[in-house]
């Protein structure tokens, strides 16, 4: 979008707990493909009448018994697939134990029900283990490690195909209600410490590994790795600070370019420009919420305040 670095980590905060929307763990996928359209509608329509509910778990509040029975709890019950029926049921009768009140533990039900929404969908599905840049979707080992060095714990890096982004990135997209303008490069799963990336970011990634950085200086194919090297170390950056917001996340996530650049095969020269265009042209473009006054040099987020650099 305008050349923004666009990334995203999914993550809702339910009762004082990290709850990824994808994350879901030692669960495996039984959906058996990506949802199909008419299952996408059922999606939305559950996205909008869960939200409230996620909102009243994370404040403590009442959940009234008549969002379990309303119009739009009767739409997200006539599922439209076996797969999704047994979803629907089941978070159905989570509503109705949330909203009785003496239930104790009333919110394992709703999360066992989110549980089950994960199951089907794409971004949960079994992939091979494959180095290097190949067309299909696959456990990347080399970049996973070099997540774990940034992220300071251990983190799975999966690389999609163009048609495994496409269901990945509209399933999420539907699931967290964004505007269609927004289209997500990557995603953090932090519970499940697993990083999703779409074929855009690895390809240049997998690139500079086998062959170093484009030649030349502040080209378009050296902005593109820059870009690359900033989403890969943005979703490492949630891992890291799970509970850190966009802002804080993509502040630090600049501070580690150079160092994210020398792992993917770049020289110092290089390191330093893509920091440079990070902060002077990647950065002013994110939007604002990725965005904080307090990047900058001695600011509250610089990690290494007085050495003289920034970032």
């Known amino acids: 979008m305008?050349?923004?670095?666009?990334?995203?980590?999914?993550?809702?905060?339910?009762?004082?707990?990290?709850?990824?929307?994808?994350?879901?763990?030692?669960?495996?996928?039984v959906g058996g493909g990506p949802l199909a359209?008419?299952?996408?509608?059922?999606?939305?329509?559950?996205?909008?009448?869960?939200?409230?509910?996620?909102?009243?778990?994370?404040?403590?509040?009442?959940?009234?018994?008549?969002?379990?029975?309303d119009e739009a709890a009767r739409r997200v019950g006539d599922a439209p697939s076996k797969r999704l029926t047994r979803v629907a049921r089941l978070v159905l009768t989570a509503c109705r134990i949330l909203a009785a009140e003496a239930v104790p533990d009333r919110t394992q039900s709703w999360f066992t029900a989110r549980?089950?929404?994960?199951?089907?969908?794409?971004?949960?599905?079994?992939?091979?283990t494959r180095l290097g840049q190949t067309d299909v979707s696959r456990i990347d080992p080399r970049l996973s490690r070099f997540?774990?060095?940034?992220?300071?714990?251990?983190?799975?890096?999966?690389?999609?195909?163009?048609?495994?982004?496409?269901?990945?990135?509209?399933?999420?997209?539907?699931?967290?209600?964004?505007v269609p303008e927004f289209w997500p490069l990557g995603i953090a799963d932090k519970v499940r410490g697993r990083t999703d990336?779409?074929?855009?970011?690895?390809?240049?990634?997998?690139?500079?590994?086998?062959?170093?950085?484009?030649?030349?200086?502040?080209?378009?194919?050296?902005?593109?790795?820059?870009?690359?090297?900033?989403?890969?170390?943005?979703?490492?950056?949630?891992?890291?600070?799970?509970?850190?917001?966009?802002?804080?996340?993509?502040?630090y996530a600049i501070q580690d370019i150079r160092r994210v650049a020398i792992l993917f095969n770049g020289t110092k020269t290089f390191a330093n420009e893509a920091a440079l265009l990070a902060r002077d042209v990647a950065y002013p473009r994110q939007y604002a919420s990725y965005r904080?006054?307090?990047?900058?040099?001695?600011?509250?987020l610089?990690?290494?305040?007085?050495?003289?650099?920034?970032?």
């Open 292 to 300: 904080t006054r307090a990047c900058r040099a001695g600011g509250p």
């Open 197 to 251: 990336l779409a074929p855009e970011v690895c390809a240049p990634l997998e690139t500079s590994l086998a062959q170093g950085p484009p030649p030349g200086s502040t080209n378009n194919e050296r902005y593109v790795l820059t870009e690359a090297l900033m989403i890969f170390a943005h979703e490492a950056e949630h891992h890291r600070n799970p509970q850190a917001a966009e802002a804080v996340v993509e502040c």
């Open 37 to 69: 359209n008419v299952e996408l509608r059922w999606l939305r329509e559950y996205a909008a009448w869960s939200a409230p509910i996620d909102r009243a778990i994370q404040r403590g509040t009442r959940i009234s018994s008549l969002r379990c029975r």
């Open 147 to 178: 997540a774990t060095l940034i992220a300071d714990r251990s983190t799975q890096v999966r690389c999609w195909s163009v048609d495994g982004w496409l269901h990945v990135a509209t399933e999420w997209r539907v699931l967290t209600s964004h």
């Open 2 to 29: 305008k050349g923004a670095i666009l990334t995203a980590a999914i993550t809702i905060l339910v009762a004082g707990t990290v709850f990824g929307v994808t994350a879901w763990k030692n669960r495996s996928h």
């Open 302 to 311: 610089d990690r290494t305040p007085g050495d003289g650099r920034w970032p």
């Open 115 to 128: 549980q089950a929404l994960g199951d089907v969908l794409t971004m949960n599905l079994p992939l091979p």
